[in-house]
């Protein structure tokens, strides 16, 4: 999917945005950032969407807030639009679409990754929400979907449980070098998910390289802010720009 940044580089009177502000947005509308809501953005996605869509990489608009745009205001902005690459260097697998999942993936449609979810149960998966950066695959067996992951992919496990954990992580370990592996659940739970991984011939190394249990070490077991320790450990540990 094509993707427009816009950028407030002037203004001269009211601005419902300061100077610098950005939005990155799509044919479907805003995913981030705001050049100032309302009007003035609906028609700041507007103008970008006919750019994407006549394949014009860039452009540069300056608008009469009350005599071009219809608001109040008595200012004029200037905005720039780009066209930019979707694509993020930052690959977050996501297994699992559950009730930490469901936050998790909110949450991390905000940061500047490429997000997979994968999960068996169709009707969990049609919970997650619909972003230009997530994708979502049906798979019974959850394991096979590494393959179809980058190298430099962050594993997530948020599954129903550790029969389900276990293939991933093992998959995952043996046959893969992921940067960051990590999955949910108790010190307890940790230390049969290492038993079990030894048991099947995964190195000592790779097994104590396991982030379990994921997620900094803050908060209750609401899923809402169990998805905020994980993403502090990712922020925390994501690769440098």
Known sequence: M???LITLVHHVGSSPQDV???AFVTCDGLVAGTVGGGKIEARAILHACDLLKENIKFDFKQWNLQTDIGMTC???VSL???EVKSESDWSIGVFGAGHVSQQLTKLLCFLDCQITVVDPRIEWLDKIPTHPRLTKLLKENMSAALVDLPAN???VSVTMGHGFDLPILEKAMSEFNFPYIGAIGSEQ???V???DLLAKNISEEKVNKL???IGENFGSNDPAEIAFSIIAQLLKLRPKK
């Open 2 to 4: 094509k993707n427009m």
């Open 20 to 22: 610098g502000a950005r």
């Open 74 to 76: 008595g200012g004029v």
């Open 80 to 82: 720039y639009f780009e």
């Open 153 to 155: 992919t962050f594993i």
């Open 189 to 191: 739970k940790a230390k």
């Open 193 to 195: 998910l290492k038993r």
């Open 211 to 213: 982030y379990c249990p």
